[in-house]
């Protein structure tokens, strides 16, 4: 499982994403090719040429809410 850090602003604190599940759904939701794209933060995501550069980004874009692919939400 892949995992990375998102800031939270209604939490205010960092969110251990679950990456893995995030892009499962919005592969499912978007029927579409889903790619990462290598940089030096590995944060960045490609949706049909269409760049996200946070995974709230991309959760917000396909109507998600990353809290719930949170390690916390996804483990109960």
Not at 56 to 71: G, K, N, P, Q
Request: no cysteine; glycine share 2%.
């Amino acid at each position: 499982m892949k995992t990375a850090k998102e800031y939270s602003d209604t939490a205010s604190r960092d969110v251990n994403v679950d990456v893995d599940a995030l892009l499962a759904a919005i592969n499912e939701i978007s029927e579409s090719h889903v790619q990462r794209v290598e940089d030096s933060d590995g944060q960045r995501v490609s949706v049909d040429g269409r760049e996200y550069h946070t995974w709230r980004e991309l959760a917000d874009a396909f109507e998600l809410d990353v809290h719930d692919f949170s390690i916390s939400e996804v483990n109960r």
